[in-house]
């Protein structure tokens, strides 16, 4: 379009000159582009679950991006809503993605650790909207909370670890025990509190038989071996 690719567009419009979110930046030339957005009000929405958390995540320049100084957050996309999923996702096909394209990469990569990533998950998406009073746990801060055992059964070793944040490269959504946002509790000890967990569940799941019959009558879904 008007020989252009999308950054270039989307600069000469004047567009990364406001706040904007991008999701995935596949295609992108990071060569050219990366620059770009490290210096515009751009952040960039690594979502690791994508396409069922296959090979398209692994395409998206998560590490690239975190090398060249563009602000990231991870989004949801949204085959696992699992949130500490994602983020170890994130870690993992980021890692990959670094040690396999490290030695060719015309950029530079950072190999992600879980202190990368989890910034990405906070501060990273708090810097996107311009909030100071998000991603972060300190007077004046939203009273956002979210708990996570990282010394029990399959995650942790029965005792605090040394190093906390890197059990969660084993923990999962089961292992959240308390989740608060704007002071009000929605999870005490591992259940749901504002609203029934049953009925919620037995909702979701009218819903997604109805989506999945009108995806079946439409030819969506593949034959399976059984």
């Not at 989307?10 to 930046?25: M, R, V």
């Not at 100084?69 to 990959?96: F, P, W």
Request: hydrophobic share 40%; charged share 20%.
């Amino acid at each position: 379009m008007w020989g252009q690719d999308e950054i270039p567009i989307l600069q000469s419009l004047g567009l990364l000159d406001a706040p904007t979110f991008g999701a995935h930046l596949l295609g992108i030339d990071p060569q050219k582009d990366l620059p770009i957005l490290a210096h515009a009000k751009f952040t960039f929405a690594h979502c690791p679950s994508a396409a069922g958390a296959t090979v398209l995540p692994s395409s998206q320049p998560y590490p690239e991006a975190l090398a060249a100084g563009v602000n990231t957050c991870i989004g949801l996309d949204t085959h696992s809503n699992d949130y500490l999923e994602n983020i170890k996702l994130a870690v993992m096909q980021g890692r990959a993605r670094s040690q396999l394209l490290g030695r060719s990469s015309p950029v530079a990569l950072t190999e992600p650790t879980i202190w990368h990533a989890l910034r990405s998950a906070t501060l990273g998406g708090a810097q996107g909207l311009g909030r100071s009073d998000l991603g972060r746990i300190e007077a004046g801060a939203k009273a956002d909370l979210c708990t996570v055992d990282v010394s029990g059964l399959l995650v942790g070793n029965g005792t605090p670890p040394r190093e906390p944040w890197n059990n969660l490269l084993y923990a999962n959504g089961l292992s959240v025990r308390n989740v608060m946002t704007d002071g009000t509790w929605q999870v005490r000890d591992g259940k749901l509190v504002f609203d029934d967990e049953a009925r919620i569940v037995a909702r979701g799941g009218t819903v997604v038989r109805k989506v999945w019959s009108l995806l079946e009558a439409e030819g969506f879904f593949v034959p399976m071996p059984r």
